[in-house]
């Protein structure tokens, strides 16, 4: 039965119902219940600022994009972002969609803690990072009415302390692979999580290369 929440309807087509199933078998209720509620805050954005958008490559962008955060498909040196990214164009290239689509929902999940960049992208790219900054970050929350964020919630509820439960899984996904954190944001959640990270540094890079001059 298609699913109509806060005034968008929920994808319904065979390869959203999938993803919706893979994804569901794979994650835990947090961040299944984060995911839906990124494709609703993207989908509500859109219609605020009147964007046109798929909904179906929102969806799937939204659905996977801390794929990368879970055993099943975390890799042993890669941003679990690109991760997320790579399982979600493995799940795509079975539904023989366009690569230009592929590459959008690919690099909406790449680039979603990514911020100055996505806002610029395609909507796809957007959308995904903008119902990421609402849901873990609260960018535009006052945008959004109260019965809207109300509605959201009341179907896929923010967990008791979310705020502490997602940098929860952000550590557990990247603890392993300190080195993917340099240059964003994962950099400070093994700042708080682990007391043995130690944060690379650009300047000191550069003037400790092999570079004479």
């Known amino acids: 039965m298609t699913a109509t929440i806060a005034g968008i309807t929920i994808p319904d087509s065979a390869m959203a119902r999938a993803a919706t199933e893979l994804v569901r078998d794979t994650e835990d209720d947090l961040l299944y219940n984060h995911s ?13 600022r009147g964007i046109g958008y798929d909904p179906e490559l929102l969806y799937i962008g939204a659905m996977f994009h ?3 955060l879970t055993p099943a498909y975390a890799s042993k040196d890669l941003r679990f972002e690109v991760d997320g990214a790579n399982a979600a164009r493995d799940f795509l290239n079975g539904y023989g969609l366009p690569e230009r689509d592929i590459d959008d929902v690919w690099a909406s999940i790449a680039l979603h803690t990514t911020p100055g960049i996505p806002e610029h992208m395609r909507p796809t790219v957007a ?3 903008a119902g990421v900054e609402m849901d873990v970050l609260g960018i ?4 959004f ?3 809207q964020r109300d509605h959201v919630c009341a179907h896929h509820p ?3 302390d979310f705020k502490h439960g997602i ?3 952000f550590a557990q996904g990247t603890i392993a692979k300190p080195l993917t954190t340099f240059g964003n944001v994962k950099a400070d959640v093994l700042a708080l999580k682990d007391p043995n990270y130690q944060r690379l ?3 000191s890079i550069i003037l400790g290369s092999a570079w004479p001059n």
Do not use: K, P, Q, S
């Open 36 to 48: 839906r509620r990124v494709f609703l805050w993207g989908a509500l954005t859109a219609t605020r």
């Open 66 to 68: 801390d794929m990368g």
């Open 127 to 129: 959308l995904v990072t």
């Open 140 to 143: 535009a929350y006052h945008d």
């Open 145 to 147: 009415t109260t019965d």
């Open 158 to 160: 923010r967990e008791h």
């Open 167 to 169: 940098i929860d899984h």
């Open 201 to 203: 540094n650009f300047c």
